[in-house]
T-cell receptor
Framework: RKEVEQDPGPFNVPEGATVAFNCTYS??????FFWYRQDCRKEPKLLMS???SGNEDGRFTAQLNRASQYISLLIRDSKLSDSATYLC?????????????FGKGTSLLVTP | EPEVTQTPSHQVTQMGQEVILRCVPI?????FYWYRQILGQKVEFLVS????????KSEIFDDQFSVERPDGSNFTLKIRSTKLEDSAMYFC??????????????FGPGTRLTVT
């Protein structure tokens, strides 16, 4: 199984800051890309799917560069409640195509 | 908002025993999954299930594991003869309803399995 690589962090930022996470994936045949967040000892929660054209959801912007096999997540005006681990997730091609391959996650701590 | 539910939240079992982890996927979803996360490690895919059969499984999902959809709502993971290294959080997920993307998977709160 090919890997999804993320900077583990931790990223410590003050409230209101902008923070960016990056991710690379190794299987060029992957077709579906996501960002999940995971709070300590909780389940991964879908934050957003990532589309080739880039997409935005409120304070969150995701970008995909298929040529570089690179995915990013930008969080603007960060809130204390954004503190979590952010998981870069890519589908595994072949088989059903639905198996998700998770990165180890990037830890974010937003401080007052 | 519909959600995936899992029971029990925590299961303690002795090595060699069989356990059944239960999940109720989101009601109109068609695809079901099990993942696991060993403490401090990444989430790992175990198996996907569609149309009452396994559609894909990982190398982790060996003969010790089985899945079943015994009725219209439950989805179970059975682990026969548990080993110490099976201790992990097991997450059920579902995707692919009429209104949703087949690829966007929603996770349940997990069952923490401790094998002693």
């Amino acid at each position: 199984r090919k890997e999804v690589e993320q900077d583990p962090g931790p990223f410590n930022v003050p409230e209101g800051a902008t923070v960016a996470f990056n991710c690379t994936y190794s299987n060029s045949a992957s077709q579906s890309f996501f960002w999940y967040r995971q709070d300590c000892r909780k389940e991964p929660k879908l934050l957003m799917s990532v589309y080739s054209s880039g997409n935005e959801d409120g304070r969150f912007t995701a970008q995909l560069n298929r040529a570089s096999q690179y995915i990013s997540l930008l969080i603007r005006d960060s809130k204390l409640s954004d503190s979590a681990t952010y998981l870069c997730v890519v589908n595994t091609p072949g088989g059903s195509g639905y198996a998700l391959n998770f990165g180890k996650g990037t830890s974010l701590l937003v401080t007052p | 908002e519909p959600e995936v539910t899992q029971t029990p939240s925590h299961q303690v079992t002795q090595m060699g025993q069989e356990v059944i982890l239960r999940c109720v996927p989101i009601s109109n979803h068609l695809y079901f999954y099990w993942y696991r996360q060993i403490l401090g490690q990444k989430v790992e895919f175990l198996v996907s299930f569609y149309n009452n059969e396994i559609s894909e499984k990982s190398e982790i999902f060996d003969d010790q594991f089985s899945v079943e959809r015994p009725d219209g709502s439950n989805f179970t993971l059975k682990i026969r003869s548990t080993k110490l290294e099976d201790s992990a959080m097991y997450f059920c997920a579902s995707s692919g309803g009429v209104w949703g993307s087949s690829y966007e998977q929603y996770f349940g709160p997990g069952t923490r399995l401790t094998v002693t």
